[in-house]
């Protein structure tokens, strides 16, 4: 996608596969040669001349582990969109968030945390349709993503927890658990600060749907009683007496959910009035996966955002909710 666009020039990229090192990136997209080599040297990104890095590995555990290289390109004067976190650093407390906003001010530039959910369907979605409302007494997110065609096994099996034996390791209370209440909490206190509130608690509620058969999907197989499905759930208090709910729905079939809860997105507005939008990403071209379409979202919002943060003034960056002053 960077590719392109005429107006945006592609400089280098620091990839996580040895035999992807030296390989020019015009052939790693089945292009014409670029005449730029991708790098497993971090160092070598920091030293290039560019204005702006699109930060998008897969996220990790711990949450915060990524920082490091955030605060490192930050520093070197780059500014940095990234779709592995930063959306609201400061729902981490002052101590992350202004390790980021330091780094951002001493290196004259932003950086903003950006992508579908968390990133857009909350914070400019959700949040822009509260304009029609009188009184709000509950937000609520459902999510539902469909693995079942999903070609990455540490994706499906190891960030979304899918085949795990909860009799073994209950992915509810370990480091899986934490990392997605770090990242997603990033969401609850994005939307309190814009409707004029504060989080006075946060409660998970996590679910878990086992396999009544194995499942086959592209990576490997689910056996049958581990783990076919997980329903991340955050319910937050507001200090103005409004209700957050969000639940975040990962399954290797859809079929095993209840109808109301197969939309990719469901967004309600409880109060006056009762708002209620579905929003559905899809794959036009039968031939691709249908994740695709998906993945193109995310790095939509990430490229198209590069205007905005790169003319943004030094520090933290995020978009505000269409609509609202």
Not at 27 to 51: K, N, Q, W, Y
Not at 298 to 314: D, E
């Amino acid at each position: 996608m960077v590719v392109d666009r005429p107006e945006l020039e592609l400089v280098g990229a620091l990839v996580y596969s040895e035999k992807k090192v030296g390989v020019d990136l015009g052939e790693m997209i089945h292009r014409p040669s670029l005449g730029v080599a991708a790098t497993r040297d971090r160092d070598e990104i920091f030293a290039l001349d560019a204005d702006v890095v699109i930060h998008m590995p897969r996220i990790t555990l711990p949450y915060d582990a990524l920082v490091p290289d955030v605060v490192r390109l930050l520093e070197s004067g780059k500014n940095v969109i990234s779709t592995a976190g930063f959306h609201w650093p400061q729902a981490h407390g002052d101590a992350y968030a202004d390790r980021l906003r330091d780094a951002a001010i001493k290196g004259g530039v932003t950086l903003a945390g950006v992508g579908v959910n968390p990133g857009l369907v909350a914070e400019r979605l959700l949040l822009s349709a509260t304009a029609m409302s009188v009184e709000i007494d509950e937000l609520r997110l459902f999510e539902t993503v469909d693995a079942s065609a999903m070609a990455s096994g540490a994706f499906v099996f190891d960030l979304m927890g899918l085949g795990s034996d909860p009799d073994i390791r209950d992915i509810r209370d370990g480091p899986l658990a934490k990392l997605y209440g770090a990242l997603f909490s990033e969401v609850l206190y994005f939307c309190a600060h814009h409707l004029g509130s504060r989080i006075s608690s946060i409660e998970p509620h996590h679910e878990l749907t086992l396999a009544p058969h194995d499942i086959t999907l592209i990576p490997g197989t689910i056996a049958k009683g581990t783990v076919a499905a997980t329903e991340w759930n955050w319910r937050a208090m507001l200090e103005n007496g409004t209700v957050l709910i969000l639940s975040i729905i990962w399954t290797a079939d859809p079929s095993l959910h209840d109808s109301d809860k197969q939309g990719h997105w469901t967004l309600k507005v409880v109060g006056r009035p009762n708002i209620t939008m579905t929003l559905d990403i899809s794959e036009a071209d039968p031939t691709k996966p249908p994740s695709r379409a998906l993945t193109d979202a995310v790095c939509a919002v990430a490229i198209n955002a590069i205007p905005a943060v790169c003319a943004a003034p030094p520090g933290l960056f995020a978009f505000d909710p269409i609509g609202l002053a």
